[in-house]
C-alpha cells in the first residue's frame, strides 16, 4: 500500500493529510479449502466454498484523516475513507462437475467462481505514539456504508459434459456497523532530502481472519 502518511508536528496541535493508495492481497500457507466432515449440517455456509481455493486480490483506498497532537508523543488520529474490498473464491470446472450431481454444490447452480466486492466507507479511529522516527498506532476500522456486488460464474450442466456457462450478479446496500481491529508501526528513513516509511501491520477481520500487511508510505505532499 503507498499513501501519504500522517505528518506528526510536535509543534502543531491539529493537522490533516491525504491517503491514497492500492493494495494487493494474497495469502500466507494453504489456500485451499478442504472438504468439511459434516456433509449435511444445518449451517450450509460451512460446507459453501469446500473444494474452493481464496484467489489473491487488488484493491485500493482513499480518504483524508485528522491528527490531534496531545502530548508528549501521543495523538489521536480520526479519519473517514473510501475502501474497496474483494473476496474471491475459485474451483476447478472439473472439480465442479465431478462433485455437483448429487451434492450441496448442486444447490447454489453449480457454481465454480464467487466474486465479492464491497466498497466500504469506514471511520478510522486510532491511538498513535511517536518516539524519535519509530510511530505506532493501535485502533480501529468502522465499516458504516456498503455497496455490495456479488457475481456467481457457474456450470449450466447436461450429462454427460456441461453445456456452457453463466453468471449472475447481485447487488445491494448495507449499514453493517462492523469494526475491524488494527495496529500498525512505521519508521521514518531520510536519504538527503526524500523521505519514506516501511511499515508493518496487522488488520483482525470478520470470522476469525487475520490479515497481514506491509509495504512503503511515501509522502506526495506536505502542507
Same mark, same amino acid.
Given at each position: 500500500?503507498?499513501?501519504?502518511?500522517?505528518?506528526?508536528?510536535?509543534?502543531?496541535?491539529?493537522?490533516?493529510?491525504?491517503?491514497?493508495?492500492?493494495?494487493?492481497?494474497?495469502?500466507? !500457507?494453504?489456500?485451499?479449502? =478442504?472438504?468439511?466432515?459434516?456433509?449435511?449440517?444445518?449451517?450450509?455456509?460451512?460446507?459453501?466454498?469446500?473444494?474452493?481455493?481464496?484467489?489473491?486480490?487488488?484493491?485500493?483506498?482513499?480518504?483524508?484523516?485528522?491528527?490531534?497532537?496531545?502530548?508528549? !508523543?501521543?495523538?489521536?488520529?480520526?479519519?473517514?475513507?473510501?475502501?474497496?474490498?474483494?473476496?474471491?473464491?475459485?474451483?476447478?470446472?472439473?472439480?465442479?462437475?465431478?462433485?455437483?450431481? !448429487?451434492?450441496?454444490?448442486?444447490?447454489?447452480?453449480?457454481?465454480?467462481?464467487?466474486?465479492? =466486492?464491497?466498497?466500504?466507507?469506514?471511520?478510522? $479511529?486510532?491511538?498513535?505514539?511517536?518516539?524519535?522516527?519509530?510511530?505506532?498506532?493501535?485502533?480501529?476500522?468502522?465499516?458504516?456504508?456498503?455497496?455490495?456486488?456479488?457475481?456467481? =460464474?457457474?456450470?449450466?450442466?447436461?450429462?454427460?459434459? /456441461?453445456?456452457?456457462?453463466?453468471?449472475?450478479?447481485?447487488?445491494?446496500?448495507? &449499514? /453493517?456497523?462492523?469494526?475491524?481491529?488494527?495496529?500498525?508501526? =512505521?519508521?521514518?528513513?531520510?536519504?538527503?532530502?526524500?523521505? $519514506?516509511? /516501511?511499515?508493518?501491520?496487522?488488520? $483482525? !477481520?470478520?470470522?476469525?481472519?487475520?490479515?497481514?500487511?506491509?509495504? &512503503?508510505?511515501?509522502? &506526495?505532499?506536505?502542507?
Amino acid at each position: 500500500m503507498a499513501q501519504d502518511t500522517l505528518q506528526q508536528k510536535s509543534r502543531e496541535r491539529f493537522f490533516i493529510s491525504v491517503k491514497a493508495g492500492g493494495y494487493y492481497k494474497f495469502f500466507i !500457507g494453504n489456500n485451499y479449502i =478442504s472438504p468439511t466432515l459434516e456433509a449435511f449440517a444445518d449451517d450450509f455456509e460451512d460446507h459453501q466454498y469446500d473444494r474452493f481455493t481464496k484467489t489473491p486480490t487488488f484493491g485500493l483506498q482513499t480518504g483524508i484523516m485528522s491528527s490531534f497532537n496531545m502530548q508528549k !508523543g501521543w495523538f489521536i488520529v480520526l479519519g473517514l475513507s473510501f475502501c474497496n474490498r474483494r473476496i474471491v473464491y475459485e474451483n476447478n470446472k472439473d472439480t465442479v462437475v465431478k462433485y455437483g450431481n !448429487g451434492s450441496r454444490i448442486q444447490d447454489i447452480h453449480n457454481v465454480y467462481k464467487y466474486d465479492y =466486492s464491497y466498497d466500504n466507507f469506514e471511520l478510522q $479511529f486510532m491511538l498513535s505514539y511517536k518516539f524519535n522516527k519509530l510511530s505506532l498506532y493501535a485502533g480501529a476500522y468502522i465499516p458504516v456504508l456498503t455497496f455490495y456486488q456479488a457475481t456467481y =460464474s457457474y456450470l449450466i450442466l447436461q450429462l454427460p459434459e /456441461p453445456r456452457g456457462t453463466s453468471q449472475k450478479t447481485i447487488k445491494g446496500v448495507e &449499514i /453493517p456497523l462492523m469494526i475491524f481491529p488494527s495496529i500498525l508501526a =512505521s519508521y521514518k528513513i531520510t536519504i538527503k532530502t526524500f523521505s $519514506f516509511h /516501511p511499515y508493518l501491520g496487522i488488520d $483482525f !477481520g470478520s470470522k476469525k481472519s487475520v490479515y497481514l500487511h506491509g509495504g &512503503i508510505i511515501f509522502t &506526495i505532499a506536505s502542507f
